[in-house]
């Protein structure tokens, strides 16, 4: 079993930065991706990023975050983080850490997620 245990959640005002961090614990995966997806009061979870490994670095990002978030990972700490920079009102959601899985983008679906760290962007 593999646990995801978010981390840096918090309530900052719009053009704000926050970094949120997703510590993996327990079995090796069986696919090495890690990323984001968040969800907004009333909509459907969204993917927001992704970040895949061996071989290389490859990462992914929902148009609206691109140029503004940014994925990457810590392989000895086996820590995935999310630098959000110019935040906006409308990326307030609870986000969730995932890992493993098949598929790409928004197509991925994660085998292991974890338990959510809220983030609200006041304007």
């Known amino acids: 079993q593999v646990q995801l245990v978010e981390s840096g959640g918090g309530l900052v005002q719009a053009g704000d930065s926050l970094t949120l961090s997703c510590a993996a614990s327990?079995?090796?995966?069986?696919?090495?991706?890690m990323g984001w997806w968040r969800q907004a009061p009333g909509r459907e979870r969204e993917f927001v990023a992704l970040?895949?490994?061996?071989?290389?670095?490859?990462?992914y990002y929902k148009d609206s975050v691109r140029g503004r978030f940014t994925i990457s990972r810590d392989s000895p700490k086996k820590t995935v983080y999310l630098q959000m920079n110019d935040l906006k009102p409308e990326d307030t959601a609870v986000y969730y850490c995932?890992?493993?899985?098949?598929?790409?983008?928004?197509?991925?679906?994660?085998?292991?997620w974890g338990q959510g760290t809220q983030v609200t962007v006041s304007s």
């Open positions: 995932a890992a493993d899985g098949l598929g790409w983008g928004r197509n991925w679906g994660p085998d292991y």
């Open positions: 327990g079995r090796t995966f069986s696919r090495d991706v």
């Open positions: 970040i895949a490994w061996n071989p290389g670095n490859t990462s």
